[in-house]
């Protein structure tokens, strides 16, 4: 359809779009549209029970709502859904996101959702993954397949802004790029191959054709007290500084308790929390599926007393622990992952979740099997986005 309506937006949904009624009673889901505002927007889509619609104008203001910072969001650009709102109102919309999740999915009572660690402004991401169009890098049209390849970037790190706006990547059709932000390392693993790419500086390049040989592509990154190995495919946080607010919420969820214990770490990527909050345990065990996460974990976690298991949640073995620490990806840990937390005998569940429904549904899961959600804590780790990083303790 295509049909100008105006709508009351009341709330925002878990993607980040303002949801409202459409004239025939339909709720209506608007991309850009904030709480509290009366818009019009275009149906693009209509179902039994809801649509979709994009913004056409604001008839009514929220007070949140601000010009977009970034120029490049008048072209179009998917890259952030958020910047037509206050750093203020965007935090305040992550907290409605999940306290919504927690009532309405995971039917948990009057949740306590706080705000957590403020990150510092310069907080900029250190990884993306950019389409390739003509040799340049960019971000795709916002319901499109376009690709705006952008002359700043305001989100990234200088050092990944300078590779994603003056490099060159030939024939290419898509590229990783990722860079350490403390230490000035610099990686680049281009789609199919690496043939004809021109990057400024000094930059590890690899094409997908490499890595299939064999090769590696690393970075070096330094956070929560430790120097890290990261390599190009493996899983780290958005930057060292969403690194460090992350071990500083997990360790204060973790909570105050005598010397020894074990600690298992679900989903423990390159070693994170196992390399930081487990120096305050006698063992540690860190469970990870991905090779080449473990490979680093190997590595950065060589000086510390961690047993590292490869396996996935699911197929993993339980065994006894003290408090457990789960960081399982946008899924969540679902019904096999908790009942493998719940057979651990746990205490102390620690549950950091990348997604709001997820962890709706982790924590009903978790309650339901004899579990308290004590508190959850919003972390902003992708500024201007509707992305929600969220820290919960769990006691049994």
Request: glycine share 10%; proline share 6%; hydrophobic share 45%.
């Amino acid at each position: 359809m295509d049909d100008a309506v105006e709508v009351d937006v009341v709330r925002v949904a878990t993607g980040g779009e303002g949801v409202g009624r459409a004239p025939d009673g339909r709720t209506l889901f608007v991309a850009g549209a904030l709480p509290g505002e009366r818009v019009r927007a275009t149906v693009l889509e209509v179902r039994k029970r809801h649509g979709r619609a994009e913004l056409v104008d604001v008839v009514h203001a929220a007070p949140g709502r601000r010009p977009p910072p970034c120029p490049h969001v008048a072209d179009g650009c998917g890259g952030c859904d958020w910047q037509h709102a206050t750093d203020e109102l965007q935090a305040a919309m992550r907290r409605t996101i999940v306290t919504d999740a927690l009532v309405r999915i995971g039917r948990i009572a009057e949740p306590v959702v706080e705000d957590g660690t403020t990150l510092p402004a310069d907080a900029r991401r250190t990884t993306i993954r950019a389409a390739v169009v003509d040799g340049r890098a960019g971000y795709r049209r916002r319901r499109s397949h376009d690709v705006i390849a952008p002359g700043i970037c305001m989100v990234v790190h200088p050092h990944l802004e300078e590779l994603l706006v003056d490099g060159r990547f030939g024939a290419a059709t898509e590229v990783l790029l990722r860079v350490g932000a403390r230490t000035g390392d610099r990686v680049a693993v281009v789609a199919p191959t690496a043939a004809d790419v021109d990057l400024p500086g000094a930059v590890d390049v690899l094409g997908d054709d490499d890595v299939e040989r064999g090769e590696r592509g690393a970075i070096h990154e330094e956070a929560g007290g430790r120097r890290w190995r990261v390599s190009a495919r493996s899983f780290f946080q958005p930057s060292p500084e969403a690194a460090d607010a992350l071990v500083e919420e997990v360790r204060d969820a973790v909570g105050e308790r005598s010397a020894g214990g074990r600690l298992v770490d679900l989903a423990s990527g390159v070693g994170l929390f196992a390399g930081t909050v487990g120096g305050a345990f006698d063992e540690v065990v860190a469970v990870e599926s991905a090779p080449t996460a473990v490979a680093d974990a190997e590595v950065n976690l060589a000086d510390r007393p961690v047993r590292i298991v490869r396996s996935t949640i699911e197929r993993w073995a339980p065994e006894p622990a003290d408090v457990v620490v789960a960081d399982p990806p946008r899924a969540g840990l679902g019904r096999v992952g908790v009942e493998r937390v719940v057979a651990t005998g746990a205490r102390v569940v620690v549950l950091v979740s990348c997604d709001a429904a997820a962890l709706g549904r982790d924590a009903g899961l978790l309650v339901a099997a004899g579990f308290r959600l004590e508190r959850s804590r919003v972390l902003d780790l992708f500024p201007q986005t509707a992305h929600v990083e969220v820290v919960s303790r769990f006691v049994r």
